[in-house]
């Protein structure tokens, strides 16, 4: 079946760095477009980032551009979100997702997501 299992997340203070990381099983990656969404204590599911199969597209929410880059492998069927300069408000459950669309309008949104991973924890302290 179909995995995708996100590492990574951790506690860092403000202005550092962490690199997340989602590696996929039971699909072949390239056929996915992949995202990174997150949500906050007492927010909203946020769109993060998103890349397209081969990785020459990229798309990331306002909240964190300039901040942060998303990157993938699609040989070894992971794909990273690189964050820096990271803010408290940046704090949230991290969720990598596969989207078979085509069509990259549909890309910012959760719901044309087939998989998802279970999510991993960033916590940034002030």
């Known amino acids: 079946q179909v995995q995708l299992v996100e590492s990574g997340g951790g506690l860092v203070q403000a202005g550092g760095s962490l690199r997340l990381s989602c590696a996929a099983s039971?699909?072949?990656?390239?056929?996915?477009?992949m995202g990174w969404f997150r949500k906050g204590p007492g927010k909203a599911r946020e769109f993060v980032a998103a890349i397209s199969r081969s990785g020459d597209t990229v798309y990331f929410g306002d909240s964190v551009k300039g901040r942060f880059t998303i990157s993938r492998d699609n040989a070894k069927n992971t794909v990273h979100l690189q964050m820096n300069s990271l803010k408290p408000e940046d704090t949230a459950v991290y969720y990598c997702?596969?989207?078979?669309?085509?069509?990259?309008?549909?890309?910012?949104?959760?719901?044309?997501?087939?998989?998802w991973g279970q999510g991993t924890q960033v916590t940034v302290s002030s």
């Open positions: 039971g699909l072949t990656l390239s056929m996915y477009a």
């Open positions: 997702a596969a989207n078979s669309r085509y069509s990259s309008s549909t890309w910012f949104n959760a719901d044309t997501y087939a998989y």
